[in-house]
């Protein structure tokens, strides 16, 4: 099959990347990233705030990650990661970019993209407004989470959720979300 999860990311020369992984995503591999980011943010000596702003953003991505990936597709290259996600930090000129990507079922691709295309047309007080309206009436959904971490990547960032669905095959698409952590 012609489809690469890695095609989307495009090389630009005028970033450094931090991180790449692609594979299984669990507990240990969030540590770990959470873990190594925290120290190369820490030895470019970043303004803490920047800092603090990239590693929240960043634990919200990978918490989308790990609780809301779908199964591998039965024809999908990696059949030994159980969740599998890719996740790209880079520093750019503009500030800090995180890249997430996993599979979503075609049944649920449509709900996801309702649901950013709702959060990319609030303001940044309507935001605010779903945000504490979520974490006050939160039910959890089948997958564990109450919806708030996209509303949160957007109110932390301020800026509207960048993303891709590409078609896989008929059951998938694969979600890619560019997420900008604008210097400020």
Known sequence: MSFDVETYLKGNPESNVILYYKGNVDSDLINYVLDTVEEKLAEMNEQPRLRKKVYNVLVESLQNLYHHVDKVPEDFEDQNSEKFGILLIEKSVSGFKIVTGNFVQTDNAEELKEKIMKINRSTRKEIKELYKFILNNQRLSA????????????RKTGNKLDYTLRRYNDQYFFFYLDILIAVE
């Open 143 to 154: 997958k564990g989470g109450g919806g708030l971490g996209l509303v949160d990547i957007a």
